[in-house]
């Protein structure tokens, strides 16, 4: 029996900028920004186009599919509010367009994780504060 | 050529000795501060009226005008204040801004102080703010971390250095025996140490491979433990270092580069910035890796000193692991390191840490580190890291 977590889990809370991405995984689709003059894929949501400012970003649906980049598993929660979520499988999924991800694990024993494992889209709902949280797991496609 | 022309010297220190648990009457930041600074003029020789320049990181008891602050309670008017925001590499920062505005002419005296314990005293009105649990991530509204990083429990710091450890192991391979060393050699560094918080404590690399994995692949024993402390030096110019009491330890070289916030945006999570940094640094003080007596590396973990060691050129990319290995990392080894234990051993005071790395090679410069004197020892390299292996420092400093 483990204790409830003293605190909440923080939620994301979408900005005019960032909306976009948000409203797109309340949908399950996943919208991320484009560059054209860059020739790039951008990922967090920005106001202008890292690394050259300029002004072009569009947005682009993509399908979310990529391969694990790295990844942890931690046996002590990381903070206060995932006391009752261990062990944290804590990974960064490159996604097949470029960016990188900040994630978690889904569906997955630990010791079924390596680097550079095939992973696809988790869309994950709450409601009650109107937010999709974009989860991973094993792309059973490229087993 | 660019850089310092190692006209501006390290001409007194101060290290507290750290403590797991506070050991002083609670003072604010601004009060330790000022202890600090008092104690490492007294060292130097050095009488406060001559000081000229302040730089700090942020304090406790005011989020903004920090300059200010210090120098009306230190009652120091100055022509050169300076506050570094970098972290673990703030030590390192700070040093070099302070010889580049001594050889600007700017000052010829300047603190540099970092308080090591957030045992302020507390209010009875005002209840203490919370600090939460953020760690290195800001979850204020419109951080990037408060939307991408921290709703997924990424935050912190031994999950992402856990996570830099595991993409090392599938890019270069991993030998859990090595980085365990790297802890069990600062101990040893330690032992021969009497101010440091693990003095007594004897460890080997079984006793660190047999602590708790906290975050795979790193070990508890692998992780830095907060203490209480404080360090600070003072920074001069050649007139002044002439007539300071201790041997001057020239500013030669620096490099510093930032390169990102949150790993997860890291263009390669494996070249970190100290490279650009180290080869500032030894290209501006014409000096080479062989040149080096001792390196103070920084270690918040045991995987950052054997990336740093790489990435500074001490040894080939991917060959960190065999080095170490292959090494000597003690006092009287062939490749000294962390000296007095490293943050790892010597103990982690806050802020104050990266100060540690400093400290350290002024002792070994000066001829003041007794047991752990490492022989004919003039050229030091010292690196500051700060965040996730995101913002990085090197300085290389040498007696003359």
Redesign the interface.
């Known amino acids: 029996m483990t204790a409830p977590p003293p605190v909440p889990k923080p939620m994301p809370e979408p900005t005019p900028v960032t909306a976009p991405f948000w409203d797109a995984l309340r949908e399950h689709r996943i919208r991320i920004q484009y560059s054209p003059s860059a020739g790039r894929y951008v990922f967090y949501p920005r106001l202008l186009a890292p690394g050259t400012l300029a002004d072009d970003l569009e947005w682009r649906e993509i399908s979310g599919r990529g391969v694990l980049y790295t990844f942890t598993v931690a046996a002590r929660p990381t903070a206060p509010p995932w006391s009752d979520a261990l062990p944290q499988q804590l990974a960064v999924v490159e996604w097949d367009e470029g960016p990188r991800f900040s994630t978690e694990l889904t569906n997955v024993h630990p010791a079924q994780l390596r680097v550079g494992l095939r992973v696809r889209p988790v869309f994950c709902d709450y409601p009650e504060h109107g937010v999709t949280l974009l989860r991973y797991e094993p792309d059973p496609e490229s087993a | 050529m660019t850089g310092l022309r190692g006209e501006a010297a390290i001409v007194g220190y101060v290290e507290r000795a750290p403590t797991r648990n506070p050991s002083r009457p609670q003072r604010f930041s601004i009060e330790q501060w000022a202890q600090l600074a008092a104690e490492a003029l007294a060292d130097a020789g050095i009488g406060a009226r001559r000081v000229n320049g302040i730089v700090t990181n942020p304090i406790g008891e005011s989020d903004r005008f920090a300059s200010a602050t210090l120098a009306e309670y230190l009652g120091i008017p100055i022509n050169f204040g300076e506050v570094v925001d970098l972290g673990g590499a703030t030590a390192a920062g700070m040093v070099w801004r302070a010889a580049a505005a001594v050889e600007l002419g700017l000052c010829d005296v300047v603190l540099a102080m970092l308080p090591g314990s957030r045992d302020y005293p507390r209010s009875a009105r005002r209840p203490a703010a919370d600090r939460g649990?953020?760690?290195a991530s800001s979850?204020i509204?419109?951080s990037?971390q408060?939307?991408?990083?921290?709703?997924?429990?990424?935050?912190?710091q031994?999950?992402p250095y856990?996570?830099?450890?595991?993409?090392y192991?599938?890019e270069f391979g991993y030998n859990a025996r090595a980085t365990a060393k790297v802890a069990a050699d600062q101990r040893s560094n330690a032992n021969a140490t009497p101010h440091a918080v693990f003095h007594a404590t004897p460890l080997t690399i079984d006793d660190v491979l047999a602590s708790?994995?906290?975050?795979?692949p790193i070990h508890m024993l692998e992780m830095v433990m907060s203490c209480h402390g404080g360090a600070g030096v003072v920074i001069a110019s050649g007139d002044v270092a002439a007539r300071a009491r201790h041997r001057p330890i020239w500013v030669k070289g620096f490099g510093e580069r930032i390169a990102f916030k949150?790993?997860?945006?890291a263009e390669d999570?494996l070249r970190s910035p100290i490279a650009e940094a180290a080869e500032a640094a030894f290209g501006s003080a014409g000096l080479s890796r062989s040149d080096i007596d001792m390196a103070s590396i920084y270690d918040c973990y045991t995987i950052t000193v054997v990336m740093s060691l790489e990435d500074a050129g001490f040894c080939e990319k991917g060959g960190g692991m065999s080095f170490v290995a292959s090494h000597d990392l003690t006092y009287r080894g062939d490749f000294p390191l962390n000296t007095s234990g490293g943050q790892l051993s010597f103990g982690q005071a806050g802020i104050a840490g990266g100060m540690h790395h400093v400290c350290d090679a002024v002792r070994q410069l000066t001829g003041r580190a007794g047991a752990a004197q490492v022989r004919d020892c003039n050229t030091a390299f010292v690196s500051g890291n700060g965040g996730i292996m995101s913002e990085q420092v090197a300085l290389i400093l040498q007696g003359a």
Request: aromatic share 16%; net charge negative; no cysteine.
């Open positions: 649990w953020y760690g979850n509204y419109g990037p408060a939307e991408f990083e921290i709703p997924y429990g990424n935050l912190g031994n999950a856990a996570q830099i450890a595991r993409r192991a599938a708790p994995m906290v975050a795979d949150t790993p997860t945006y999570l």
